[in-house]
Nanobody
Framework: QVQLVESGGALVQAGGSLRLPCLVSGGRFGNYVMGWFRQAPGKEREFVAAIKWSGDNKYYADSVKGRFTISRDNAKNTVYLQMNSLKPEDTAVYYC???????????????????WGQGTQVTVSS
């Protein structure tokens, strides 16, 4: 059984930084496309970033480009989301997700991912 566990969420002031790790167990991590999504109160879950198994191809939502960086360490079965220059509108529960065989054009689609973590809360104060 594949399990994803996010951590690193916290309360941070605007302009600050956080790094969210997501540890994957029970599956073949190196085969997965890994994604980060977030859900703010009263809003739908939205795509944040995704990375191919090789780590070469990375994709970002326009709202986080230039501020967030996704990376992965296949030896540690872990994907990271480095978040810099945080804004109050980044406040949300952040989820990592894993899926296999996701085509490049579909990496932002929630329905393409097979496994999800429980989420970690990020709160950015103004």
């Amino acid at each position: 059984q594949v399990q994803l566990v996010e951590s690193g969420g916290a309360l941070v002031q605007a302009g600050g930084s956080l790094r969210l790790p997501c540890l994957v167990s029970g599956g073949r991590f190196g085969n997965y496309v890994m994604g980060w999504f977030r859900q703010a109160p009263g809003k739908e879950r939205e795509f944040v970033a995704a990375i191919k198994w090789s780590g070469d191809n990375k994709y970002y939502a326009d709202s986080v480009k230039g501020r967030f960086t996704i990376s992965r360490d296949n030896a540690k079965n872990t994907v990271y989301l480095q978040m810099n220059s945080l804004k109050p509108e980044d406040t949300a529960v952040y989820y990592c997700a894993a899926g296999s065989g996701i085509p490049t054009h579909a990496m932002a689609r929630m329905g393409e991912y097979d496994y999800w973590g429980q989420g970690t809360q990020v709160t950015v104060s103004s």
